[in-house]
């Protein structure tokens, strides 16, 4: 075994130059040539010598590495590489004569391949003959007729005998039964053919002996020797002087492959000078390999040499044919044919993939290798010549690396959201006239990378929910759409931790982290606070995650859960209160008004007011919306003092709710008649009031009827309508409002276009008085005030509310709404 480098010689270089330019070169090609012998025949897995151990590698190198024999005819592949211990050992069991033939050099040349980094080594393996065939004759019977007078020393030329061995192993020599007329003369050498001549060493006597058997052995050189036998048969006749002659001694022709059977190769010819039967010429091959013989045959009366097999320039690229013309008598001479096989373009190129990586992620860089393929043609001259091509519209190139092997490369980088997959065609087309070409596709997979942040369907969300919910209710589902694949592209959902009114977001939704749907956690109120917004976010499960974020704003709408709520009159059993009517109040006076609010929204906070029982139906009405008490005709003196009216108050929701309160009218002009008030207030609250808050109710009433008729007077003065009186203790308190009431969107049940003037009465004393406040800032208009008149007779005791803060004058003793 040896290791050789190329060699370089050229001009006056120095034997140190050219090795450190061999040196150079082998570095930068990875070259490198090893040469091993072996024996054919050997059994499936001999050991030829250690591939490892001869470049300098350990078995495990070779292992990673992916080392591997190539050969441009991979179904010939006699030898391998075992990579456990680095050994190169057979294959296939090797036929030396099958594979070589009758040449002397039979040599297998193979390529050993390194990846990462992608190195090749030529391997040459020169296989040894053995002496497994043994000679043989073509004919076991040789027929000779020779003449009687035939002289002493006379020769007659033997057929060869063929040994598929060479060298040592073929014919090395013959031998001849002993006998009394012939001996043996051996011609040639061992390289070129050894032939035998029977050389007649006593006369022939025809009368003493008609026919001559004798037996020819041909041996080889080989151990142990082997041969074979012919029988030569001779019959003596009358003298034949005159051999067959070759119109020439070498026949020359050139066959193209693929040549139809039956084809013309060669027509060899050759004459006898004598008559008869010893000059008729029969021919017939003398000597010819055992693949040549499967594929020739020769006419033996024509001498027309035709295809009868296959002929395949890959396979043998010349051959050589003895041939053998014989006359009638036995007389023999022999001419070569030499046919050269020319090559014709019938074998299309053949890709092959040596290494893939699959699948390639998609953040590979521009230029990674993807595969290394090996392109072979079996045709010889521009017949082999490849060029390799690989489709457009790919982001793939092929790269050409050493000899005939190319690397599939990416020329662009790769998204899998795009296209998950390729299909790369790769062309390989040979020179030949016409061109052949095959194509090989290579499937190649994307795998993906997490690249892609989940995407919202919408950046705002908008959730409504009707108050008073059951908890779990579902309020909205938010979706999130992430392009890459499997656990890149599930998206889980959560709520960022945020605070609605000092309270965590936890508390009042939840998500589910699968399917994006959002809960209520409780049951929400709108009279509490009717809107808030939360962050979601969608998360992937990708390494690292990605996420994004998305605002869902949560609108509670209102239900009609509220009943209205009467702040004037006071409820029963609360404070009793009465409003005085004048006698002369006229059609259409103002006597008194319902104030009612709803905590609602909406049309569920519109109010109507309804009149469902009165003492004397057909005298009041109350307006519809407005809650105001209103004289229907005339009051006359034939109406009942006492007038009872029951007024429902009732929201406009589905369903509606309501609420009903007692409004309680003395028609009367002084409080002369308060007494009779008295005995009403007593019957219709049923009131267990003592004697002396009686009496004292009476005194304080008669103290006050002076101020009372003043008043009246001057209101009488300026011609303006009288209003209505009441008991003392109608002033509204302040907790008979809703703890939650506000105006709603200016539908609310308050308005700020309504003022009243307050006064004390004459059981102030005994009378929780309050002024009314709205709960908001905005149930009073933004030029009214509150003034404490300086200048009246009355003294501190009047207060005035007026939106212009002009001065009305007013009495004690009424509580008076007006329209400002």
Not at 129 to 155: C, H, M, W, Y
Not at 165 to 187: R, T
Not at 339 to 358: C, G, H, M, W, Y
């Amino acid at each position: 075994m040896r290791i050789n480098c190329a060699r370089i010689e050229y001009g006056a270089f120095s034997c140190v130059s050219a090795m450190f330019f061999a040196l150079l070169l082998c570095l930068r090609t990875a070259c490198g040539d090893l040469s091993y012998t072996v024996e054919e025949e050997k059994k499936d897995r001999y050991v030829i010598g250690n591939i490892a151990k001869d470049l300098g590698l350990t078995p495990q190198m070779l292992s990673t590495r992916k080392a591997r024999i190539d050969t441009e005819e991979s179904s010939k592949r006699y030898v391998d590489v075992d990579l456990r211990g680095g050994d190169l050992v057979v294959a296939k069991t090797i036929d030396r004569e099958k594979l070589c033939g009758s040449r002397l050099n039979c040599i297998l040349n193979y390529e050993l391949v390194l990846e990462n980094p992608l190195e090749m080594h030529r391997i040459s393996l020169k296989i040894e003959d053995v002496n497994d065939n043994a000679p043989k004759f073509l004919n076991d019977r040789i027929t000779f007729e020779i003449r009687e007078s035939a002289i002493k020393g006379q020769r007659f030329r033997l057929d060869e005998a063929h040994d598929s061995d060479i060298g040592q192993n073929g014919v090395n020599d013959y031998s001849l039964e002993k006998n009394d007329h012939f001996i043996l003369s051996v011609q040639g050498s061992t390289e070129k053919g050894k032939y035998a001549e029977l050389v007649l060493d006593e006369e022939l006597d025809r009368e003493q002996q008609k026919e001559i058997d004798l037996i020819l052995t041909a041996v080889d050189g080989g151990n142990p020797q082997r041969s074979g036998t012919a029988t030569i048969h001779i019959t003596v006749l009358d003298a034949n002087d005159n051999v067959p002659v070759f119109s020439q001694s070498v026949y020359k022709v050139s066959l193209a492959e693929n040549a139809p059977l039956g084809a013309e190769v060669v027509t060899v010819s050759a004459t006898d000078a004598d008559e008869g039967a010893n000059g008729a010429v029969s021919y017939e091959c003398s000597r010819i390999a055992d693949n040549a013989a499967q594929l020739f045959t020769i006419d033996k009366v024509t001498g027309r040499i035709k295809v009868s097999g296959d002929i395949d320039y890959e396979e043998e690229k010349y051959y050589e044919i003895k041939v053998q013309a014989k006359d009638g008598s036995g007389l023999a001479s022999t001419a070569s044919v030499i046919i050269d096989v020319t090559d014709v373009n019938d074998n299309a190129p053949k890709i092959i993939l040596k290494s893939l990586t699959n699948p390639i992620p998609e953040n590979a860089v521009v230029g990674t290798e993807v595969a290394i393929i090996n392109v072979q043609d079996k045709d010889s001259g521009d017949n082999r010549q490849i060029r390799c091509s690989i489709q457009q519209h790919t982001p793939f190139q092929l790269k050409p690396s050493i000899k005939n092997y190319f690397s599939v490369v990416t020329t662009s980088s790769l998204d899998r959201e795009k296209e998950t997959d390729y299909n790369i065609t790769i062309t390989a087309t040979d020179g030949g006239s016409p061109p052949l070409s095959s194509f090989k596709t290579i499937h190649i997979f994307i795998s993906d990378v997490n690249d892609n942040s989940p995407v919202f369907e919408e950046q705002q969300y908008s959730a409504y929910l009707t108050e008073n919910n059951k908890p779990g209710t579902s309020i909205c589902c938010v979706t999130a759409r992430d392009p890459d694949w499997r656990q890149n592209g599930t998206v889980l959902y959560s709520l960022v931790s945020s605070e609605v009114n000092g309270v965590p977001v936890s508390s009042f939704l939840s998500i589910n982290a699968d399917t994006g749907v959002i809960h209520a956690v409780r049951s929400f109120d709108y009279e509490q606070f009717r809107n808030f917004k939360v962050q979601v976010v969608a998360r992937d499960n990708g390494s690292p995650p990605l996420s994004s974020n998305a605002t869902v704003s949560v609108f509670i709408t209102d239900e009609n859960d509220n009943s209205p709520q009467i702040l004037y009159p006071a409820p029963e059993g609360k404070s009793l209160m009465t409003e005085m009517v004048p006698k002369a109040a006229l059609s259409g006076s103002l006597v008194s008004k319902v104030i009612a609010v709803d905590a609602d929204s909406g049309q569920n906070a519109w109010l109507s007011y309804h009149i469902v029982k009165s003492t004397d139906p057909g005298l009041f009405s109350i307006g519809l919306h407005s809650g105001e008490i209103r004289a229907q005709r005339d009051i006359s003196e034939s109406d009942s003092m006492k007038q009872n009216l029951v007024i429902s108050v009732k929201d406009n929701g589905q369903p509606p709710l309501s609420t009903s309160c007692s409004v309680y009218l003395l028609i009367s002009d002084n409080l002369a008649e308060v007494p009779e008030l008295k005995d009403m207030t007593y019957e219709e609250s049923s009131s267990k009031l003592t004697s002396y808050l009686i009496i004292a109710l009476v005194s304080v009433s008669t103290f006050f009827l002076t101020f009372i008729i003043l008043i009246l007077a001057v209101r009488f003065c300026r011609r303006r309508k009288p209003r209505l009186l009441f008991d003392g203790a109608v002033a509204i308190p302040s907790a008979y409002l809703p703890p939650n009431y506000a105006e709603v969107e200016g539908a609310g049940t308050l308005r700020s276009s309504y003022n009243y003037d307050a006064y004390l009465t004459t059981g102030s004393h005994t009378s929780d008085f309050k002024f009314i406040r709205s709960y908001t800032d905005n149930t009073l208009p933004a030029g009214g005030s509150l003034k404490l008149s300086q200048n009246d007779p009355f003294g501190p005791s009047e207060i005035m509310l007026n939106d212009n803060g002009d001065r009305d004058e007013v009495s004690r003793a009424l509580f008076i709404p007006y329209y400002s």
